[in-house]
């Protein structure tokens, strides 16, 4: 019988079909956290440990430590073990390394619940820390860094989070290094060994469990497996927050100016020396994009094409970064004081705000707060579920992880608010770092080792901090209160039940007016007072790169557009996205259904008809063009995997060929093309899903059809082409694709390949045979190129949907081997698989059918998957609502590994092979054409063109197959 500390009641809404029960086991100390959620299909579980790294340990040991904990344990040996378990039983596992803790996360089928946890415990119990391992998994450590060094974002973060005193846990590097870990030598091991045994103590430790099974039932079984964690001598976790403060006068009011391929940028830091402070309230004020905001200002001032808040919590102070992406004018001396004197202008405004008007604004916030816990959905997955509770489990009393998790506000402070703001509007508060291209970095005063920075650190002039002073901020203004907090909030019980319904074109049609094609569900399985609308515009075309930026920057300047108009109900719960697709535009609209349909008209107004002017023109373009020639924004296999796409599907593009359309664009000719776009043929349609009614849904369609004022036609979607590497003839292998490419991240030694070995167009038999082969080859891909060869941190092997054709996928990021290398590697791993496929015991084939139909019977989990999944077949026309049901009746009928040897065996002979190779620095020597292959060397754009306009090559077809019938190339 477990001894345990009374219950404690953690604090849910209404609305929240969950049980919860907190217990701390006596025995050990250990905290322990059962979930009962009737819906979950699937159990997770996770672990949170407070390891925070002492002044005299490099926090890079907290990392290494998660890396090796999960490499065998005195139970369970075999390294790999746990992730073949947790791959038989529709499961997974992962783990991240923060300032102040390391988490454990997992999910996994039902049936594997109560092994997975006592596997899981085991790392906890006795871990094997095997010296063997070390040099291996230090190998994926310093992986991890290294992908991490060209993002400069991060290089940002940790440039100003070290300004910080050299004994704060602010100041720490914390992902670890070859050299930062001693090669992983014996001294290493040792003081990984000192580390976990003065950190790994359960007292520090926090459990969590999600499943159907009773809260009882879980805490019983939680007692069995983690019931002999040692409870150790750890003592308790240090708190931060009684240093010294982790920023003093001589840490602050800093400028830090560094070099930069990517966007030019100005990062703000200042802190509040507060663990709890009024978040809700705080973010709001600073982060508001409304009229008189500072957003809007130093935009119309032209000095920002963008500006984003983020509030980092620790247990030393609460960190507010403020960064902005600078216009060529914003990036020049005096547009950076200007920014910051207008900031700070901003600060003092909201310091000197009336008690009063801080109150009604506080209060808003907490109403807000409010409706937005009651009507909470839970994650996605289990994983994400677990591993949020754990975290909040170190943070909060047991009783508020939710409601402090969710941001709720029980008591509103105006005083402190103001206090806080105060503190802040003070310019030697502060500390700035500049990022921006011509920066001489051989001139360089100060060098950071782990990221490779070359940068100056000055405390900030005094004729800065004067004018930061003094500035008046003409035209800024202190925030409304909230003004959309939902008050309608019954839910309604209208359904089209099982499947979306078609209802009639909406509208009337006319000559002017086409309608639209409304589709109807209502309420889905989410009880909830919201709603989500998706509504996708198809626009006739050429399908070119032309189009696409046109297209880009629509969407640019709309948006920007109606930031503006939309930004206070995008503060009460409301959302909207809008990005452009190959063939037109989708439009996706979430939140309370209250104001939901109004959202949904200022939108679409707003965006077929977006005000714009030479500057807003000016603005947009850099800011796309930004985003896409900024290499550093994507991962080396992101670059090839888009490279992938753009090479074999007709209307995907380069990041190349569109940043020189747009360009080139002028506004003339974008102007004639998105008052044209209608007028050529638009189809719309659109999907209701949630607390909406049959004849409000049609009164929405109603009201889109007369904003639209299409043509009586409409558009047909159209569907790019997927280029099948076969030629159509007899030969069993006809030729393989190639693209021999350099690693656009300037400096960047990592490698990255991308293998595509093409299916084709899948009937339901081959899509469950294909499911199961997806599950079955992720592990032994991971285990052969990753563990074992240690080829790269990013190792992924997985079955993918590009268009209508499924291919199997093998991906590797690394510096250890080049791309022809990591080429022949992937080649000896599938042939390896191959062999183990073939011998596969019935038995474990059996394990891998149950982790298939655990996956296709989940149910959604909220409101978003249950969206998706419904409209994705709405939008590329497949109407395959029956899709799961389908692939589960076929796979009761499957009895052996047969048929999936067959599909794999297939899948290698077949010769439809796609392989994108990027050279890192160093390697660039071999972009050269390989023999035996069509090798598209550099921007294949050209090279592509002439394989799509050849008579000899063949396409996939574009539809979806729902039936059991397979259909042809064309």
């Known amino acids: 019988q477990a001894k345990v500390a009374p219950e404690v009641a953690v604090r849910t809404s209404s609305s929240d079909p ?10 050990n100390g250990l905290r322990v956290l059962a979930v009962t959620d009737p819906r979950a299909s699937k159990a997770g579980f996770a ?68 092994e997975g946890m006592d596997r899981f415990a085991q790392f906890f119990v006795a871990p094997l820390f095997r010296q063997e391992m070390a040099s291996r998994e230090l190998n994926a450590v310093n992986s991890e860094h290294e992908k991490n060094k060209p993002d400069q974002g991060r290089r940002l973060w940790e440039l100003m989070r070290r300004t910080a005193p050299a004994d704060s846990v602010l100041g720490r590097f914390y992902t670890g290094t070859t050299e930062s870990l001693h090669h992983g030598d014996a001294s290493a091991m040792a003081a990984l060994r000192a580390y976990h045994s003065s950190n790994y103590c359960a007292p520090r430790m926090n459990l969590v469990m999600v499943s159907n099974l009773t809260t009882s039932a879980q805490l019983a079984l939680a007692h069995q ?16 927050g009684l240093d010294r403060p982790a920023f003093d006068t001589e840490h602050l009011g800093q400028l830090i100016r560094i070099g930069s391929t990517s966007t030019p940028s100005l990062w703000m830091i200042g802190l509040w020396r507060y663990k709890e402070a009024p978040m809700n309230y705080l973010q709001y004020v600073l982060g508001y994009a409304g009229p008189g905001s500072l957003k809007s200002q130093l935009r119309k001032k032209g000095l920002i094409t963008g500006l984003n808040l983020q509030l980092e919590e620790t247990s030393a102070a609460t960190l507010v970064f403020i960064t902005f992406d600078l216009t060529p004018v914003g990036e020049e001396d005096e547009g950076i004081r200007d920014i910051a004197g207008n900031t700070f202008a901003y600060l003092r405004l909201l310091a000197g705000d009336s008690r009063d008007h801080v109150q009604l604004v506080y209060e808003s916030t907490r109403n807000m707060s409010l409706v937005d816990f009651e009507y909470a959905e839970v994650p996605d997955n289990a994983m994400d579920a677990v591993s949020d509770l754990a975290v909040a489990m170190s943070r909060f009393a047991p009783e508020d992880l939710l409601a402090a998790g969710s941001g709720v506000v029980d008591q509103v ?39 490779g920075i070359h940068f100056d650190q000055e405390k900030l002039p005094s004729s800065w901090t004067e004018s930061c002073s003094s500035e008046v901020g003409e035209g800024l203004a202190v925030p409304p209160p909230l003004r959309f907090v939902p008050a309608a909030l019954l839910v309604k019980g209208d359904s089209a039940g099982q499947r979306p319904r078609l209802l009639q074109n909406a509208g009337r049609p006319s000559q002017q007016d086409a309608g639209v094609e409304l589709w109807w569900q209502g309420r889905g399985a989410f009880p909830l007072p919201k709603a ?65 349909g109004k959202l949904l008209l200022d939108v679409v107004e707003g965006f077929l008809r977006p005000g714009f002017g030479s500057q807003e023109l000016a603005r947009g373009r850099r800011k796309a063009a930004d985003e896409l020639a900024d290499a550093t924004k994507m991962m080396p296999f992101q670059h090839a995997s888009a490279t992938l796409a753009a090479v074999t599907t007709d209307d995907v593009f380069g990041r190349s060929e569109v940043v020189a359309e747009l360009r080139a664009v002028d506004e003339a000719t974008l102007r004639r093309f998105i008052a044209e776009s209608p007028s050529r043929g638009l189809r719309a349609q659109l999907f209701v899903l949630g607390n909406v009614d049959e004849a409000a849904a049609q009164g929405l369609a109603e009201a889109v ?29 006809c030729w393989r694709l190639e693209v021999r490419m350099a690693n656009p991240v300037r400096g960047d030694a990592d490698h990255a390949i991308v293998n595509a070995y093409q299916y084709g167009v899948p009937d339901v038999p081959a899509r469950v045979q294909l499911l199961l082969l997806g599950k079955m080859i992720a592990n032994p891909i ?27 996928r093998v991906l590797i990021q690394g510096s250890r081997e080049d791309p022809d290398a990591m080429d022949s590697d992937i080649e000896t791993a599938l042939a390896n698989f191959g062999d183990q496929l073939r011998s596969m015991p019935h038995e474990e084939f059996l394990n891998w059918k149950a982790s298939l139909r655990s996956m296709l019977t989940r149910p959604d989990q909220n409101m978003a998957q249950e969206a998706d999944r419904l409209w994705s077949q709405i939008a590329n026309d497949g109407h395959c609502f029956d899709r799961r049901q389908a692939a589960l009746n076929y796979l009761e009928e499957l009895h052996s590994v047969e048929a999936v040897v067959n599909t794999f065996d297939g899948l290698l002979k077949s010769g439809r092979k796609v392989s994108v190779k990027l050279f890192g620095v160093g390697a660039q020597a071999s972009l050269g054409p ?35 019938v397979s259909e042809a190339l064309v």
Not at 65 to 75: D, N, Q, V
Not at 434 to 444: L, Q, R
Not at 556 to 574: F, I, P, Q, Y
């Open 18 to 27: 969950r049980t919860f029960a907190y217990q701390t086991f006596e025995e």
């Open 47 to 114: 672990v949170s440990v407070e390891a925070a790294p002492s002044q005299t340990q490099s926090g890079s040991l907290a990392h290494f430590c998660e890396h090796l904990l999960f490499l065998g344990t005195k139970k369970y040996p075999d390294e790999a073990s746990y992730d073949n378990f947790m791959a038989q039983h529709d499961g997974t596992n992962n783990a991240f390394t923060d300032q102040e803790r390391t988490v454990y996360y997992n999910e996994v089928g039902q049936a594997g619940f109560a």
């Open 225 to 240: 497996t983690f019931g002999d964690v040692p409870r150790g001598s750890c003592g308790k976790t240090r708190d931060f």
């Open 413 to 451: 402070d105006p005083d402190l608010a103001l206090k806080l703001l105060a503190d802040l509007a003070k310019p030697g508060s502060a500390s700035m770092a500049v990022a921006k291209p011509g920066y001489n970095a051989s001139i360089s005063s100060r060098f950071e080792p782990f990221y």
């Open 532 to 596: 989500q609308l998706s509504l996708k515009l198809s626009v006739p075309g050429e399908g070119s790169a032309s189009e696409e930026a046109m297209r880009r920057l629509h969407v640019a300047l709309a948006s920007e557009a109606l930031e503006e108009t939309v930004e206070d109900k995008r503060n009460c719960g409301l959302d909207f996205q809008i990005k452009q697709v190959s063939d037109g535009y989708e439009l996706v609209f979430v939140g309370y259904d209250e104001h939901l």
């Open 705 to 733: 059809a007369g904003l639209i004022r299409a043509s009586p036609e409409g558009a047909e979607s159209r569907t790019g082409r997927l280029l099948a590497a076969d030629e159509g003839g007899e030969a069993e292998c």
């Open 782 to 808: 991971y285990d052969a190129l990753r563990t074992k060869r240690q080829l790269g941190y990013v190792v992924f092997g997985s079955l993918a949907q590009h268009k209508s054709v499924i291919e199997l």
């Open 930 to 964: 390989k023999a035996g292959v069509i090798s598209l060397v550099g921007d294949a754009a050209s090279e592509k063109q002439r394989l799509f306009g050849s008579e000899n090559h063949t396409f996939y077809p574009t539809g979806e197959i729902c039936g059991a």
